[in-house]
């Protein structure tokens, strides 16, 4: 059945960075490091959008390429390589760095297998056995240190190059369910140890994410719109998990996380309302802090009357709150602290 083009933008558009496009172009390969890399990191899948008029020829065999020798080096599959090679490796890492002999057997493995995965894409391929013999030559020597990721990567996409070579013209072609199986498969075979790390090391991960999250959220706060919209999105699994009554035992952690952005959506919808005369600063405070900050308010008095104060004198800016950060009631009572001061030597 011939291919099309535009059946292949569209498939692209809407699911490029699964690789849903390779898989109507036959492309098994490409579409399962797509897969696995969410479209070559982001910067693949925007890339190849000029590539797609070729692919499409040479899915209909309009279009043949000479396969005389080997193919020419190219700088992009070897970068390719790399990325990937270190991205398996780190992988592996995190998922099975405890297993007995992981320096020995898991991590080079994982980052022969990432590197000839570039390798087999499109219609060059490479020699396996060389790859891991490669990286499983190297790997002893930097046993132990989780740097070796790099001068493995290095070893095996040299090797890789040093045997490339374009796959045969004559391949049968195979039934869809049969493709989608084989790359269901090596799907979980990817995934499988990084979910298992993840969940296993529940506290630890909850913790990375949420420090994440806080600092994604302070370098989006001079964007007010835009990280409101982060974070109403950040909510929507915890809704939908609230809906579900998923709570407690091993998702705990995971349920302090969302309720971190909740609370800083929260507390940020309070700051942001407009500040008018004659309306308290406790008006604004989450209501943890109200108690403090009150008795702040009435123990620290300014040492003599203000002939005109400001409006905004006992009033929290919108800016003031993004750029201080304030999310405890502690930090509120030390703003509020430092302006009633300045007041006080007017």
């Known amino acids: 059945m011939a291919k099309r083009l535009l059946v292949a933008i569209a498939l692209w558009a809407l699911g490029g960075p699964a ?9 098994d390969n490409h579409a399962l490091l797509w897969m696995l890399t969410l479209g070559g990191f982001g910067m693949g899948w925007l890339w190849e959008l000029w590539l797609l008029p070729g692919w499409v020829a040479q899915a209909n065999r309009t279009l043949e390429l000479p396969r005389d020798g080997p193919p020419p080096f190219s700088p992009v599959r070897f970068l390719g390589q790399a990325s990937v090679g270190i991205y398996f490796g780190l992988v592996a890492l995190m998922g099975l760095s405890a297993l007995p002999g ?4 898991a991590l080079p493995l994982a980052v022969g297998l990432g590197v000839h995965l ?12 060389a790859t891991l013999k490669a990286a499983f030559i190297t790997a002893p020597i930097f046993y132990g240190r989780s740097l070796a990721i790099f001068p493995i990567t290095l070893t095996t996409s040299v090797t890789a190059q040093r045997h490339r070579c374009y796959k045969s013209s004559k391949r049968t ?24 790390s993840v969940f296993y090391n529940t506290a630890a991960t909850a913790s990375y994410v949420a420090g994440t999250i806080r600092s994604t959220l302070d370098w989006l706060s001079v964007f007010p719109s835009l990280s409101s919209a982060l974070e109403s999105v950040l909510l929507l699994p915890y809704h939908a998990w609230k809906m579900l009554g998923f709570s407690g035992g091993s998702f705990q952690e995971w349920e302090q996380v969302f309720a971190f952005v909740h609370s800083v959506q929260n507390e940020r919808q309070r700051m942001a309302l407009k500040s008018t005369p004659g309306t308290s600063v406790l008006h604004y405070l989450p209501q943890f802090g109200q108690t403090h900050a009150g008795n702040l308010e009435n123990t620290i008095q300014p040492s003599r009357p203000l002939s005109s104060p400001s409006p905004c004198a006992l009033h929290l800016s919108q800016h003031q709150c993004l750029l201080q950060g304030v999310f ?11 302006q009633l001061q300045d007041l006080s030597f007017q």
Do not use: I, M, N, W
């Open 118 to 129: 570039v390798s087999a894409v499109g219609d060059q391929s490479s020699d396996l056995q």
């Open 19 to 27: 690789g849903l496009h390779h898989l109507y172009l036959g492309r």
């Open 173 to 196: 072609r195979e039934k869809l369910g049969a493709r989608l199986y084989r790359l269901g498969l090596a799907y979980l075979a990817f995934t499988t140890p990084l979910a298992y």
């Open 328 to 338: 405890s009631s502690h930090e509120v009572a030390k703003v509020l602290e430092s």
């Open 102 to 105: 992981f320096y020995f057997l």
